[in-house]
């Protein structure tokens, strides 16, 4: 017979009172019916719930388990769209030739020297003979599709549905304009019909963009295409960091690696930088 554990008067005297009967009675816990936590009183009415923000639904989804109906409807058929999005990439932009893709930040004003710097280099990319390829919103991305179009050459956007800052350019051509949900399939886009990347000052999206295109090569799963950062003042701090820290303390890049960014300041010699890597295969732009 397990007996109880005396803690208390009452639970002795209500042993004794039903000694003999040959078993023993658990009283419950006193506590087994109280809420466990502040959500078990609000569920009991209890304590109202803070309305809930639109980050805290979007969080507390991911800790909701889905039924079969949820999965099959909400899941299965988002893939169709992850399709139709790729799908309409590559039918607008197989046929589009060498391009290069320009990254920087939505939030660059027009008077910024990095979006005069972008609208320059794209210019003379189309002049020599590239199309321009962009994200397609404001700042860098405007002044880059503004370089294109001014020359009339190929500019492209790639834009994306944000509840912020972004909204397309005005210098986009009609035809290669692409809308996207989703930032993994914009990035496809992005990498696989550019011959050439240039990045200017940016946000932690430039940054997505630009280590994306690192990694792709770093790894082979694309060419060595040319990276060429704008603006020694901005991104020298950066691959300082990268080559003290990553390179030299912790050995988690190869020496070589280094090697796939080139940082410049002028216009011109971002250009020149891209001529030059096709100019060692014999290529011009228009191949």
Same mark, same amino acid.
């Given at each position: 017979?397990?007996?109880?554990r005396?803690?208390?008067?009452?639970?002795?005297?209500?042993?004794?009172?039903n000694?003999g009967?040959g078993?023993?009675?658990?009283?419950?816990?006193a506590n087994?019916?109280?809420?466990?936590?502040i959500?078990?009183l609000?569920?009991?009415?209890e304590?109202?719930?803070?309305?809930?923000?639109?980050?805290d639904?979007?969080?507390?989804?991911?800790?909701?388990?889905k039924?079969?109906?949820?999965?099959?409807?909400?899941?299965?058929w988002?893939i169709?769209?992850?399709?139709?999005?790729f799908?309409?990439?590559?039918?607008? #932009?197989?046929k589009?030739?060498?391009?290069v893709?320009?990254?920087?930040?939505?939030r660059?004003?027009?008077?910024?020297k990095?979006y005069?710097?972008a609208?320059?280099?794209?210019?003379?990319?189309?002049?020599?003979?590239?199309?321009?390829?962009?994200g397609?919103?404001?700042g860098?991305m405007?002044?880059?599709?503004?370089?294109?179009h001014?020359?009339?050459?190929?500019?492209v956007?790639?834009?994306?549905?944000?509840p912020?800052?972004?909204?397309?350019?005005?210098?986009?051509?009609?035809?290669?304009?692409?809308?996207?949900?989703?930032?993994?399939?914009?990035?496809?886009?992005?990498?696989?019909y550019?011959q050439?990347?240039?990045?200017?000052p940016?946000?932690?999206?430039?940054?997505?963009e630009?280590?994306?295109?690192?990694?792709?090569i770093?790894?082979r799963?694309?060419?060595?295409?040319?990276?060429?950062?704008?603006?020694?003042?901005?991104?020298?701090? #950066?691959f300082?960091?990268?080559e003290?820290?990553? #390179?030299?303390?912790?050995?988690?890049?190869?020496?070589?690696?280094?090697?796939?960014v080139?940082?410049?300041?002028?216009?011109?010699?971002?250009?020149?930088?891209?001529?030059?890597?096709?100019s060692?295969?014999?290529?011009?732009?228009?191949?």
């Amino acid at each position: 017979m397990t007996k109880l554990r005396k803690t208390s008067k009452t639970k002795l005297h209500d042993e004794s009172l039903n000694s003999g009967s040959g078993r023993t009675i658990l009283n419950p816990d006193a506590n087994d019916n109280k809420a466990k936590s502040i959500t078990d009183l609000r569920e009991a009415g209890e304590v109202m719930a803070p309305p809930a923000s639109e980050e805290d639904i979007r969080i507390r989804k991911a800790f909701v388990d889905k039924d079969w109906n949820e999965i099959k409807i909400a899941d299965s058929w988002q893939i169709f769209k992850v399709m139709a999005e790729f799908v309409d990439g590559f039918e607008k #932009l197989a046929k589009i030739g060498p391009c290069v893709s320009v990254f920087g930040s939505a939030r660059t004003k027009a008077d910024n020297k990095y979006y005069i710097m972008a609208e320059e280099i794209a210019a003379k990319l189309v002049r020599h003979g590239y199309g321009v390829i962009t994200g397609g919103g404001p700042g860098i991305m405007e002044a880059g599709n503004k370089g294109a179009h001014s020359e009339g050459g190929k500019s492209v956007g790639l834009n994306i549905h944000l509840p912020f800052e972004q909204f397309n350019n005005i210098y986009i051509d009609s035809d290669k304009l692409i809308n996207f949900d989703y930032f993994f399939v914009r990035k496809v886009m992005f990498v696989k019909y550019a011959q050439g990347f240039v990045v200017l000052p940016g946000g932690f999206g430039t940054l997505d963009e630009l280590f994306e295109a690192i990694t792709l090569i770093q790894t082979r799963k694309i060419g060595a295409f040319p990276i060429v950062l704008v603006g020694r003042e901005y991104w020298g701090g #950066l691959f300082k960091w990268v080559e003290d820290v990553m #390179l030299n303390m912790e050995s988690n890049i190869s020496r070589e690696d280094l090697d796939l960014v080139h940082i410049v300041d002028d216009p011109s010699e971002a250009v020149n930088i891209i001529d030059a890597f096709y100019s060692k295969y014999l290529l011009s732009p228009n191949f």
